[in-house]
């Protein structure tokens, strides 16, 4: 690459057209910083005639991103569609075959494809980067890739979604209803605004957690699921309870090696608010790295919004144009193991349990018997009767009990005609 | 660099032996993330018979450093001797100028030689790296020169020395006096036994925002001290006053960019118990970065001790490994500018100021019209008498105001009779 470096965005949405004109902006800077000139010859997206943020030179627009290859001459291509299939798998994959560099901030494809995607371009001696798909303007990737090299990483955990983080913030801080709440983080571009259930559901944070983990524990991506909870349940009254607590809600992707196993998970959790986690509020991202002889080290930052991610491609950028040619995880494909996923049964919480019941003699000592039945034993209750509609909310914190014996115990109270619905479960962070 | 990678290690204290041993133990790991296999060939100390850590190779031994340069073929030199200049300033020169890349975690060196080093491994074409010369374990040179390469950053600050911040935190913790908890660091190792005012008085911090300012805003190393106070005068006092307002003494480093001038400073500030900095506790380090398009950015993590310190050292060496050659800087020096220092006489604050006085009417009227003569208008003022002896402590909050006003406004006060010592004033952070 002596000459200049030719580079095309496919997918000109907020992320795509803001990358174009940090491009456009930062010109000069980088060749300061690489050496390296580069130009954007070939743009793509469905609609030429969308309004954008910024303007785009249409005399290099392509409808279909395809006749890119064949029409310019790319030495690095940004990958800006964001599907997990589709037209971003087929992209990326006709670069990397034609040796062309790929850097996307697209965490879908990366989850599902990365190990595929890793070994072509290691076939091809090409990079394939994703800094930005995974919290945002935090150099995360990197960090555990580079700045941590060689430290035995035994867990990464944090607040992996924004969209959720902002809407258990503001529920606490507004004292209103999740639906309301996210109507506003929808108006506000925090949620999106057709279809918000990937954030909300945990999918999106768990797509993060098994690329953390690969890069982590040096393995393949995992294809199991351990335990993935998202947001849709919680009600303002957990908000309020907990605060009664001193505790707070935060939604908790969690990856870690326990007896050799992989345990991956996204739920949410109950921590104290005078920790370093209970205090990251609204959309921040926040990752923990604990590594030996590293210690605990903590990243935070923006985790959306196309100024972050920017941040993270042009990062991608300029690693490539100096000429940093690394494997895509870290270490070879060959050299990734993978790692067999720790039994979720066996998983070991001490739990917040809410139960909605009619306030009536003798419910509570069915709960308490049912729960004594399960060894599960109760650290403390609460019970807050509402005389309006003759019901009672009844709070137990257990202490530590597995998945599989809370799973059993709570089935029973299905049935019980006093006990309304199922009851709300979020697990304490240990 | 195809053959097998020789590596020298000039001083052998803790941070050097421990590095040693972590190279014997990483070998294969290290081969297997770069495909390059290494091999320390060299190591030297003053004294062979030290009682260390971790065993060393006495064949490899050298007395004298300089002797490694003639009898080996070096590709890799690990400086730990620690000093600003004298061997360890000579020995880098001269790996330098052979074309060995150095790796060195001494700040002193880089804060005041890094220009000319940089300068020097520049024309030589190999790399001068020093990860761990600011904040221990956490990579933050790294993310400022590559993770947020290409961002418009305007200020950097934080917590930049574990020992000042162990000694603020213990005092709030044990409500035991300076000297006492500096002795307690003493024995637990977090401060130098013999001589520890490098890390009280500032010099510590200020060196690595010296290194921090060249590398977020491309500039030459700066040779002014805007202002440089420890937490020598912090008296327990002082932490009993804060903490019932709600504040917490924190010993901050700030590099910043206002009105296009530079500003580097340390001091103790004043910061809120609810915000990210006044919780960092211990020995813990933090860095916050204010960059555009990535909004802010905090690192946190262990700020020194041979684990963290060796963590940055390795990732420096698997990037001299991986063959990325870069300015020392993100920059070629010819293009890092001078910036011209900010007049500290502008830098502008609210304050917290405590006197100590004569218990006796017309004192506390003395000081307010003092202060209003100075325009400096207050904010709030707390008197506590102390009977027994007959004299009073008064803690006046002022509104902001610039540090020449207060430097003349307090001048006056010595020279009072019914005011006991010079005021100690420490600065809110805004």
Known sequence: MNRITNIAIVGLGQVGVYLYNELRLKKKEIEKKTGKKIRVVAISAKNINKKRQFPINKKIFYKNPIK???????????????????????????????????????????????????????????????????????????????????????????????????????????????KKVLTKAQKLGYAEPGNPKLDLNGFDAFAKVRILSALAFNSRISKKKCLMEGIQNIELKDIKIANQLNLRIKLLGISQIIDDKLFETVHPCLVSKNTYIGNVNGVMNAVIIEGKPVGNSVLQGEGAGPGPTSSSLLSDLLSILRGNIKYPFGIAFKNRKSIKPFNNDMYSNSLYIRFEVKDKQGVLSYITNRLSKYKISVKRIIQTPDRKSRSATIVVITHKTTEINVKNCLSIFKKNKNIFKSPTLIRLYN
Do not use: W
Request: aromatic share 6%.
């Open 68 to 178: 890119i290859f064949s029409n310019e001459k790319i030495d690095i291509l940004f990958e800006c569609v964001g599907l997990s299939d589709g037209i971003s798998k087929k992209i990326v994959e006709i670069a990397l075959k034609k040796k062309i560099n790929v850097i996307t901030p697209n965490k879908a494809l990366i989850a599902k494809h990365g190990d595929s995607l890793s070994k072509l371009a290691e076939k091809n001696k090409v990079n394939l980067e994703f800094e930005a798909s995974v919290a945002g303007g935090i150099p995360i990737l990197r960090t555990i890739k580079e700045g941590l090299a060689t430290n035995k990483i035994n867990k990464v955990y944090g607040i992996l979604n924004g969209t959720t983080n902002y809407i258990l913030s503001e529920m606490e801080n507004s004292q209103e209803p999740f």
